[in-house]
């Protein structure tokens, strides 16, 4: 067995990854909008207790689709709606297509904005999921069972292998749990991981999830497989993995949180009332 050596640990500049999502608003409790007109509250109220009731019957996590869509809504109905839902703490960027999300502050609840070539607003709506359709939708049609590494100079060591257990990972990831590596844990240099990440290349699909540090998931070009990075609150990398799943764990609302929006929601709109 390989031992853990201290030089083994790669700092966080080492690893870059491109553009993240933009800067998160922290989770807050919706406040009472005001600045509205009688009918804008209305057709608000209308809009949320149709979406809150739909999502009662919804099979969280199942197949079927929940939308709900914004832009039929007034300019104040839709600015009361995302006043009333809020920021939550998880958002992600998809690049193909171009699509911006952010978890409102009722987890399972999602805003989900898609934009053309030219960055002109197409769609904008709410859809309840542990994570939006997209996300998985994109990931997977931009990546591969297959890749072309490079062969590895010498000064790669554990690169290759690591490469080799991921791609059988792949293979067999629709019928399997999920299969984590923990780089941090691990006798990787920075060659390796530089050498990882030019293999596996970066794909379509980057989330931020904001806690009690960040926790930054991004998609690669092999199939079901994404980088996983856990920072402290200074910003610190304390947690470096890559997890072949079709979508990582810390980027879906959990049944239970999405049971407490339920309830949040509903007695927001019985105040609302």
């Known amino acids: 067995m390989l031992a853990l050596r201290p030089a083994s640990q790669v700092p966080a500049e080492a690893l870059e990854f491109g553009h993240l999502p933009a800067m998160m608003t922290a989770l807050q409790t919706p406040l009472q909008p005001v600045a509205a007109s009688a009918a804008a509250l209305v057709e608000a109220q209308g809009f949320l207790a149709e979406l809150h009731a739909a999502a009662q019957r919804h099979a969280?996590?199942?197949?079927?689709?929940?939308?709900?869509?914004?832009?039929?809504?007034?300019?104040?109905?839709?600015?009361?709606?995302?006043?009333?839902?809020?920021?939550?703490?998880?958002?992600a960027i998809v690049e193909q297509p171009a699509v911006r999300l952010q978890e409102t502050g009722f987890p399972g609840f999602w805003r989900v904005r898609s934009f053309d070539a030219h960055g002109a607003l197409v769609a904008d709506g709410i859809e309840v999921a542990p994570v939006p359709a997209v996300i998985p939708e994109a990931a997977l049609r931009g990546s591969s069972c297959r890749l072309r590494a490079k062969t590895a100079g010498p000064e790669v060591r554990t690169g290759p292998a690591l490469l080799t257990e991921l791609l059988a990972a792949s293979e067999r990831a629709d019928r399997a749990p999920t299969h984590v590596i923990n780089l941090t844990l691990l006798p990787v240099s920075r060659d390796d991981i530089s050498w990882l990440v030019a293999a596996l290349q970066i794909g379509p699909v980057t989330l931020l999830s904001r806690g009690c540090g960040n926790c930054r998931i991004v998609s690669t070009r092999l199939r079901h497989t994404w980088w996983v990075q856990y920072f402290n609150s200074v910003n610190n990398l304390i947690l470096n993995t890559i997890e072949v799943t079709p979508v990582p764990e810390a980027a879906l609302a959990a049944p239970v949180d999405f049971a407490d929006s339920l309830d949040g929601l509903g007695e927001w709109l019985a105040t609302l009332e």
């Open 60 to 91: 969280f996590g199942g197949n079927e689709l929940l939308y709900r869509d914004l832009v039929t809504l007034n300019s104040q109905a839709q600015a009361l709606v995302t006043e009333t839902l809020g920021a939550g703490e998880v958002s």
